[in-house]
């Protein structure tokens, strides 16, 4: 299985990007599928998440900025990101907690997007 992540950049504040991560391999299904950043020196953070049956959970950062969606027959995820502040600035990766066929439920890791905000 692989995660395949796209769409970061240089963006001044105020702009919008939008992240798309896209799940490929031997998958039977895609549970829930996330977005977490991580800064220069700081930990990994939750940014959003999403599950199968599309309810959502962002950090309190970035609500009412950044919207998450998915769409399921692509087994892909999106993260639409407005109002983009320097504070956003950050290695963006997706997960996601797929099933395989013999494996189980196990979560996968995308290779990270760099977003770059400008002041």
């Known amino acids: 299985v692989q995660l395949q992540a796209s769409g970061g950049g240089l963006v001044q504040a105020g702009g919008s990007l939008r992240l798309s991560c896209a799940a490929s391999?031997?998958?039977?299904?895609?549970?829930?599928m996330a977005w977490y950043r991580q800064a220069p020196g700081k930990q990994r953070d939750l940014v959003a998440s999403?599950?199968?049956?599309?309810?959502?959970n962002y950090a309190d950062s970035v609500k009412g900025r950044f919207t998450i969606s998915r769409d399921n027959a692509k087994n892909t995820v999106y993260l639409q990101m407005n109002s983009l502040q320097p504070d956003d600035t950050a290695v963006y990766y997706c997960n996601a907690l797929i099933v395989q066929s013999g494996s189980g439920l196990r979560g996968y890791w995308g290779q990270g997007t760099l977003v770059t905000v400008s002041s």
């Open positions: 391999g031997s998958i039977i299904m895609v549970n829930t």
């Open positions: 999403i599950d199968r049956a599309t309810r959502t």
